[in-house]
């Protein structure tokens, strides 16, 4: 059903799409509007490191989820285990994100 909305609803205007990719920058899929806008800057991040930081934020949701789950069995290793897990990879990931200068584009 998504398939056949998409192909049957019309694309949205270009300037639309340019706004679109202003505000996100993605990595990738965008070539036809980079070629007809050749001012449009390039992405911030790669798509590898978007991927790794989506790893990186995936795994501090697990280490958080068996966190919390552990306390419920008073399981304190497996808490203690998760919530530093959390910590490392969700520190890495903000480290990662904030860089200094964020606060111009945001």
Known sequence: VITLVTLLTPPESDETQRKF???CKPPAGW???RIKYPDLPS????????IFNCLL???ACLGMTVATNAVFVKNWLIVIAGGLSLLVF???LIRRTFK???QKVL
């Open 31 to 33: 070539k036809k509007l």
């Open 90 to 92: 969700g520190g890495i």
């Open 100 to 102: 200094p200068g964020i």
């Open 21 to 23: 990719y202003l505000r």
């Open 57 to 59: 934020g995936i795994s």
């Open 43 to 50: 992405p911030d991040a790669t798509l590898l490191s978007q």
